[in-house]
């Protein structure tokens, strides 16, 4: 059974309209991560939660935010998407210092 | 920023042969992950690693913690053309710090 969930797993917008993907996870983890992957290259993280402690990377732009309502589900909202943010974004959950597990993974299509 | 450096980028074996890839960072890791992702979706775990010098396996996958702390390596044996997809080395510096920093990943194929 999926312990992480990304809903949903593909994802059109328009240029300049936001958008929000979902991550749920059954694992109890503290630890949510978001990264951002594009083609042929390494998962590149956007942001992580210790709990609701929010870890924002220096490079992340603006455009993105994240939400962390309660311990299983975790948000990014993307508020005016480019085309450069067409990507896939992974989420994925772990506890302090174990193995993190990814969800399927969202494609994110802007047109 | 830590860095990970994975290599080789790329490799093309025949069906049977083993198969080697190995991680290196500029800074120490408590934790070392080895992941496989096929086209289109999110990464599997393959194996974990959490003690220098230690050695795990998962069937024909072997992976181990180098003593300094600073590198990783995934051994494949006997591959199989469904061991096709990207393989990424990710690490932990561990204490507060949570981030989870990937390796560039290493795209195998298998030729039947």
Same mark, same amino acid.
């Given at each position: 059974d999926a312990m992480v969930i990304q809903n949903p797993r593909y994802q059109v917008t328009q240029f300049g309209k936001p958008v929000t993907l979902s991550c749920s996870q059954t694992l109890n983890h503290n630890v949510m991560?978001?990264? $951002?992957?594009? *083609?042929?290259? /390494?998962?590149?993280? %956007?942001?992580?939660?210790?709990?609701?402690?929010? !870890?924002?990377? /220096?490079?992340?732009?603006? !455009?993105?935010? *994240?939400? @962390?309502p309660n311990t299983s589900f975790c948000f990014l909202d993307i508020r005016s998407p480019g085309l450069g943010d067409a990507a896939m974004y992974l989420c994925a959950t772990s506890t302090v210092n174990t193995e993190a597990f990814f969800g399927q993974g969202t494609r994110l299509t802007v047109v | 920023g830590q860095q990970l450096n994975q290599s080789p980028q790329s490799m093309f &074996?025949?069906?049977?042969?083993? #198969?080697?890839? !190995?991680? =290196?960072?500029?800074?120490?890791?408590? =934790?070392? %992950?080895?992941?496989?992702?096929?086209?289109?979706?999110?990464? #599997?775990?393959?194996? /974990? %690693?959490?003690?220098?010098?230690?050695? =795990?396996?998962?069937?024909?996958?072997?992976? $181990?913690?180098?003593?300094? @702390?600073?590198? *990783?390596? %995934?051994?494949?044996? /006997?591959? &199989?053309?469904?061991? #096709?997809?990207?393989y990424f080395c990710a690490g932990r510096s561990g204490g507060s710090n949570y981030k989870l920093t990937f390796g560039k990943g290493t795209l195998l194929t298998v030729n039947p």
């Open positions: 991560y978001w990264y $951002q992957q594009k *083609s042929s290259q /390494a998962p590149k993280l %956007l942001f992580h939660y210790y709990d609701k402690d929010f !870890n924002n990377e /220096a490079d992340t732009p603006d !455009n993105f935010q *994240s939400r @962390r | &074996i025949q069906e049977g042969e083993d #198969v080697s890839m !190995n991680c =290196t960072s500029s800074s120490i890791f408590n =934790t070392w %992950l080895w992941y496989k992702q096929d086209p289109g979706e999110g990464p #599997v775990l393959l194996i /974990a %690693l959490y003690k220098a010098g230690e050695l =795990t396996s998962n069937g024909r996958l072997t992976a $181990q913690f180098g003593i300094t @702390r600073k590198d *990783s390596f %995934l051994n494949i044996s /006997a591959s &199989i053309p469904s061991d #096709v997809g990207i």
